[in-house]
């Protein structure tokens, strides 16, 4: 079911960036800071090579132990994240890199010190440089993929997603919680947001749903990455064999015909 999926895409042992890197990224040469304020280690970016393709890798970080998550701040990165994470794609963009972005997060940080610092305009400075940029860029859900916080690195020419990941507007438990006042309803709420990589795909959201091996990813981690390098690298061959400006033009049409507006007559 939908919220079975969005257990398995929190399972503690599930893959993450750290692994994908050590597994699929070959060279990879980390960088940090958005040299303005801090570095957030939240979100991972680095150098380094995927099937013979020179990327610049970004990647968030929830974290494995204790000590970790709270590092990382289980996963929600905060404005200087997603700043470091943009100067890194610019930085990828000067140098004719691909970009490639790992989502999972259950959100952005919404603390106050994370607003006094420009939350929402980070993030929304992202969306649009992202949408501008000129790289290719492969976004890839390996897990949660909540809200403006996924955005945040989210915006690309192709989306990518495990098999057992979500993406979606808002978490199962905050829409159970805001529509029905019942956040044990988390069930019905993840079948209703139509989250999971299957409805994604049928609305033009996702263009590939990578499968996982059997009982999950984090039954195999180094199976799942070796499907996501793969998978990676047969996209960035596509965009690579188009010019720039078709690319731009073609990530402009994927996230314009995303959605439908109905417009009402007059009686």
């Known amino acids: 079911t939908p919220w079975q999926r969005v257990q398995l895409s929190r399972h503690p042992q599930r893959p993450q960036t750290t692994d994908y890197i050590d597994h699929m990224v070959e060279d990879f040469v980390p960088l940090a800071g ?39 701040n289980f996963g929600m990165p905060h404005p200087e994240g997603y700043r470091k994470a943009m100067s890194k794609m610019r930085l990828a963009e000067k140098f004719g890199l691909s970009v490639v972005c790992l989502v999972n997060t259950p959100g952005a940080f919404p603390g106050v010190d994370a607003e006094e610092r420009g939350q929402s305009i980070a993030i929304a400075e992202n969306i649009r440089d992202m949408a501008m940029l000129r790289a290719p860029i492969v976004v890839a859900v390996i897990g949660e993929g909540g809200s403006g916080g996924a955005l945040g690195i989210g915006i690309g020419d192709r989306m990518l997603m495990l098999e057992n990941s979500y993406f979606s507007v808002i978490s ?19 079948e209703r947001l139509s989250l999971t990589a299957g409805p994604l795909k049928k609305f033009g959201i996702v263009d590939e749903i990578i499968e996982e091996p059997a009982g999950g990813a984090h039954r195999q981690p180094i199976v799942t990455a070796h499907l996501m390098r793969d998978a990676v690298a047969r996209h960035l061959v596509q965009l690579k064999a188009m010019s720039t400006e078709a690319m731009l033009e073609a990530r402009y049409r994927k996230y314009r015909a995303i959605g439908q507006v109905v417009e009402a007559t007059a009686v």
């Open 172 to 190: 199962p438990e905050g829409c159970a919680a805001i529509l029905w006042k019942d956040g044990n309803k988390k069930d019905l709420a993840a």
């Open 34 to 72: 958005d040299r303005a304020f801090g570095d957030d280690q939240a979100i991972l970016c680095g150098l380094g090579t995927v099937s013979g393709h020179r990327c610049m890798v970004i990647g968030q970080q929830k974290g494995k132990d204790v000590h970790e998550r709270r590092r990382c």
